[in-house]
T-cell receptor
Framework: ETGVTQSPTHLIKTRGQQVTLRCSSQSGHNTVSWYQQALGQGPQFIFQ???????GRGNFPPRFSGLQFPNYSSELNVNALELDDSALYLC???????????????FGSGTRLTVV | AQTVTQSQPEMSVQEAETVTLSCTYD???????LFWYKQPPSRQMILVIRQEAYKQQNATENRFSVNFQKAAKSFSLKISDSQLGDTAMYFC???????????FGKGTRLSVIA
């Protein structure tokens, strides 16, 4: 059973640019959530995808957008990057059914984004 | 809105000793889940232990146990026989039903000293 994999592991972008981060969910998991973890903080929920549609969103502006594909993998896109977008971006997958109570969320190791 | 507070930014413990990490939360919900996650330098968030609010019995997982006080909205983590591999950031998290977002505290950095 493969876990959650994220790519790339590190990324440096310039303010104003656009970035795409990728996540492959754990086998058998059909729901993907994205979190932003600023330095010294706990993760903050960005949004969740289920059946290729956004299924909940945190307090993030529209320039944060996402996609989910038929194989349940997902992308996080951020437009017009700002310095404050520098953070660790974590992807988490889960099964969208009662089995969730047994398995919970499985997290990837994240993408460290630095905006200069 | 739910909030989670971890009042201990850093803690240290001697190897083989016991340490307790504190967490309080605020919610008006009656049914919810609480979690402790470990984040080592590898950055992956690893589930340590979970507690369902409707269960009065405190959860245990090997050397890890919780003290869940629902009325006080307190959820502390006890690590017994601390090992060097326990060195990590520990996050307390709240979720009010399955597949809703996790709400995390700011974390406690735990150092286990040989």
């Amino acid at each position: 059973e493969t876990g959650v994999t994220q790519s790339p592991t590190h990324l440096i972008k310039t303010r104003g640019q656009q970035v795409t981060l990728r996540c492959s969910s754990q086998s058998g998991h059909n729901t993907v959530s994205w979190y932003q973890q600023a330095l010294g903080q706990g993760p903050q929920f960005i949004f969740q995808y289920y059946r290729e549609e956004e299924n909940g969103r945190g307090n993030f502006p529209p320039r944060f957008s996402g996609l989910q594909f038929p194989n349940y993998s997902s992308e996080l896109n951020v437009n017009a990057l700002e310095l404050d977008d520098s953070a660790l971006y974590l992807c988490a997958s889960s099964p969208f059914n009662r089995a969730w109570a047994n398995y919970g969320y499985t997290f990837g190791s994240g993408t460290r984004l630095t905006v200069v | 809105a739910q909030t989670v507070t971890q009042s201990q930014p850093e803690m240290s413990v001697q190897e083989a000793e016991t340490v307790t990490l504190s967490c309080t939360y605020d919610t008006s919900e009656n049914n919810y889940y609480l979690f402790w996650y470990k984040q080592p330098p590898s950055r992956q968030m690893i589930l340590v232990i979970r507690q369902e609010a409707y269960k009065q019995q405190n959860a245990t997982e090997n050397r890890f146990s919780v003290n869940f006080q629902k009325a006080a909205k307190s959820f502390s983590l006890k690590i017994s026989d601390s090992q060097l591999g326990d060195t990590a950031m520990y996050f307390c998290a709240f979720m009010f039903s399955g597949n809703t977002p996790l709400v995390f505290g700011k974390g406690t950095r735990l150092s286990v000293i040989a």
